[in-house]
């Protein structure tokens, strides 16, 4: 069974410390992505990665970073984490193209309480 | 703000009815997109509709697509306790960029 696996399901880190999101998927998948989710915002998109090496800002880069080495693995990492950025992150990937049949596969996501 | 936009926000119904949550958008699209949440978990695909289509049907799930109204409908049909979750609605624009943008939701919860 494919699948997006993310390394933690809950987290609590402190004010000012640097977390790492992992995200890894088994689908051979080109695009790679990090959604947050909050209540009443939806999911917003923090950043892609349409190859490895490559990353592009999404609708609300700020207060993060991404890293993407090898083709399976995405990493989401917050410099110095901030009680606003306490939510429910989501990773997603989906393969390469517009054929109109590439949808997302989504993890089971991470919630991160930042204290 | 969000390229989708879901309504209602909330919708309670009785087991066997039907449930139906509307999705509008802003600009021209390639292809659009329901997905389903159960609380706490990741979202999980249930249909795609493209452009040049105007209905889908997947089991119990009918969606239809209107792109002069740039809106969308989904429609669940004699709906279970198991349906009870969120829904949202994504879209594809006419880039190639491979981004979805999402929607606020819907939250379903049917009574048993």
């Known amino acids: 069974d494919v699948k997006v696996t993310q390394s933690s399901r809950y987290l609590v880190k402190r004010t000012g410390e640097k977390v790492f999101l992992e995200c890894v998927q088994d689908?051979?998948?080109?695009?790679m992505f990090w959604y947050r989710q909050d209540p009443g915002l939806g999911l917003r998109l923090i950043y892609f990665?349409?190859?490895?090496?490559?990353?592009e800002k999404g609708d609300i880069p700020e207060g993060y970073s991404v890293s993407r080495e090898k083709k399976e693995r995405f990493s989401l990492i917050l410099e110095s984490a901030s009680t606003n950025q306490t939510s429910m992150y989501l990773c997603?990937?989906?393969?390469?193209?517009?054929?109109?049949?590439?949808?997302?596969?989504f993890g089971a996501g991470s919630r991160l309480t930042v204290l | 703000s969000q390229q989708g936009e879901e309504d209602p926000q909330a919708l309670s119904i009785q087991e066997g009815e039907n449930a139906t949550m509307n999705c509008s958008y802003k600009?021209?699209?390639?292809?659009l997109q329901w997905y389903r949440q159960n609380s706490g978990r990741g979202l999980v695909h249930l249909i795609l509709i493209r452009s040049n289509e105007r209905e889908k049907h997947s089991g119990r799930l009918r969606v239809t697509l209107d792109t002069s109204k740039k809106s969308s409908s989904l429609l669940i049909t004699a709906s279970r306790a198991a349906d009870t979750a969120s829904y949202f609605c994504a879209t594809d624009l006419n880039t190639n960029a491979g981004k979805s943008t999402f929607g606020d939701g819907t939250t379903l919860t049917v009574k048993p």
């Open positions: 997603a990937s989906r393969p390469r193209g517009t054929s109109g049949a590439n949808v997302l596969t």
């Open positions: 600009t021209s699209i390639n292809n």
């Open positions: 990665s349409y190859d490895v090496k490559m990353k």
């Open positions: 689908m051979d998948h080109e695009n």
